[in-house]
């Protein structure tokens, strides 16, 4: 069973510019979920999606973050236009129920703003 | 609110010593507890959790974390380390009926041989 998959895997761009992420949740999984490190700092939750639902957003930085679900499967998050504090390490993860089972976390988009 | 502190951002341990990684929490319900560890290009993967019952448990690759509820820890060991236990570790807190983690700043374990 294939898990979770992000892509790109790095990003390098400049500030102002646009970038989209992209997460593959594991198939079946009507949960994902959106977190965001930044220079070795704590993991925080960004946002999750219940099929193509947001469920909740609290974590979501700003406006210039839209996050989508289409078809309730692979989701993207955009950035738009990129600071440079949004450079960091982007996890995608997923699960079957919620509650307080296992999230399965992908290996991360790391994104560098310059 | 929740939130989860891990005492030094890098420990290292000579191979086969006792490993000791530090999780403290803060929560004002009961909390659910995971320890995760990222391996180099990989996501993170569950090493063990804590939802009700026994408050030691036992994970993957021989670590062990006990839940101390007085204490609010949940500090996670391993007996003798190897060297392929060099990755960074992750603990994180869950409160019932949320489903977002709060997580660690992580702490970084090196193996000497």
């Known amino acids: 069973e294939a898990g979770v998959t992000q892509f790109p895997s790095h990003s390098v761009i400049e500030k102002g510019q646009t970038v989209t992420l992209r997460c593959d949740p594991i198939?079946?999984?009507?949960?994902l979920y959106w977190y965001r490190r930044v220079m070795g700092k704590e993991i925080k939750f960004l946002l999750h999606?219940?099929?193509?639902?947001?469920?909740?957003e609290s974590g979501m930085p700003n406006n210039r973050f839209l996050a989508e679900r289409t078809g309730g499967t692979y989701s993207t998050l955009k950035v738009q236009p990129a600071e440079l504090e949004d450079s960091g390490v982007y996890f995608c993860?997923?699960?079957?129920?919620?509650?307080?089972?296992?999230?399965?976390f992908g290996p991360g988009t790391r994104l560098t703003v310059l | 609110a929740q939130s989860v502190t891990q005492l030094g951002s890098h420990v290292s341990v000579s191979e086969g010593a006792l490993v000791l990684l530090r999780c403290n929490y803060s929560?004002?319900?009961?909390?659910?507890l995971f320890w995760y560890v990222q391996y180099p290009n990989q996501g993170l993967q569950l090493l063990l959790k804590y939802t009700t019952g026994a408050t030691l448990v036992k994970g993957i690759n021989g670590f062990e974390a006990e839940f101390k509820k007085s204490e609010t820890s949940f500090h996670l060991t391993k007996p003798s380390a190897h060297m392929s236990d060099a990755a960074e570790y992750f603990c994180a807190v869950r409160v019932y009926n949320f489903n977002k983690f709060y997580f660690g700043s992580g702490t970084k374990l090196n193996v000497k041989p």
């Open positions: 929560s004002s319900v009961p909390p659910y």
């Open positions: 198939s079946g999984h009507d949960n």
């Open positions: 999606f219940v099929k193509e639902s947001k469920q909740d």
């Open positions: 993860a997923s699960s079957q129920f919620s509650g307080y089972n296992e999230q399965f």
